[in-house]
């Protein structure tokens, strides 16, 4: 059993882990050792008190130094549930479980809009996670959207068990390659079936699958977490950063705009300083 979970590794993310680390507070923390794109490819900031004129990359690098220098751990794990139960979070990541008391969402936002049916099939053909839902389409033909080539194994790994894989990558060059893995060009247009998933559509064309994966970097705070209220498409908090749950609180741009560093650190570190609070009242 942990006392926190952290999710996500931008800024609000490394706020807060920095937050508590200070606070000597262990946590569970998740994300990616690469510097996001947003950050990488940031031109010049310019609005961020005390650093006038940095690139993206060099803001980048002083922020994993600093982790760095805090010897503080973040996994590469793809988190792709967060149940409440009881009076605690279980955190699922691939085929692994971690029990948290607290969770802390710094997740950002996604840069791609689900597609029509994605939600309304979700649970019914459509799966975020290969490791967890791969074995139900053994022998059967699937779809594959996927938006982040770090995933590719995770397609290879689907082709293994399934008879055919319609691939649908959103980024190039496509290094996973095989027998039954046929690439399809263009833009996902849809999920589309019955009870189930039935086809995907692509590009103007439907492909008949029993199922459909959507393999991407981060998914939606509301999906990753039943029952989280949201407002505007991103997640509602207070003024504290707590959310509708209990011991669920968040920080960043998944909260809303403005999309801004200096704004993602500030409510990193509150959010840090209530989830302290919270603990402290449950008596951990």
């Not at 705009?257 to 704004?263: D, E, F, G, L, V």
């Amino acid at each position: 059993m942990y006392d926190i979970a952290i999710i996500g590794a931008g800024p609000a993310g490394i706020s807060a882990a920095l937050t508590l680390w200070a606070k000597n507070i262990p946590f569970l923390w998740f994300g990616s050792q690469s510097p996001s794109q947003k950050v990488q490819k940031a031109e010049l900031i310019r609005n961020y008190p005390g650093l006038s004129l940095i690139s993206g990359a060099d803001f980048a690098r002083r922020l994993r130094q600093q982790v760095a220098e805090a010897g503080l751990e973040i996994r590469e794990q793809t988190v792709t549930n967060v149940f409440r139960m009881g009076e605690t979070y279980h955190i699922l990541c691939n085929q692994e479980e971690f029990q948290t008391r607290a969770v802390l969402l710094a997740t950002g936002v996604e840069s791609v809009r689900p597609i029509p049916g994605e939600l309304e099939f979700l649970g019914r053909g459509v799966s975020y996670c290969a490791t967890c839902d791969g074995l139900i389409y053994r022998g059967k033909t699937i779809g594959v959207i996927c938006t982040d080539k770090g995933q590719e194994h995770e397609i290879a790994y689907l082709a293994s068990l399934a008879k055919e894989v319609y691939l649908c990558p959103r980024y190039a060059p496509v290094e996973v390659h095989g027998d039954n893995i046929h690439v399809v060009e263009g833009r996902p247009q849809a999920v589309t079936g019955g009870e189930a998933v039935q086809a995907m559509q692509v590009a103007g064309q439907s492909y008949p699958v029993d199922g459909v994966f959507l393999l991407k970097s981060a998914i939606s705070p509301s999906i990753l977490v039943p029952g989280l209220a949201a407002a505007e498409g991103h997640v509602a908090v207070e003024r504290d950063m707590s959310t509708n749950l209990p011991g669920c609180f968040a920080a960043g741009d998944c909260t809303g705009r403005p999309y801004q560093y200096a704004k993602a650190v500030g409510e990193g570190n509150v959010a840090a300083h209530t989830a302290a609070s919270f603990l402290r009242a449950a008596g951990k």
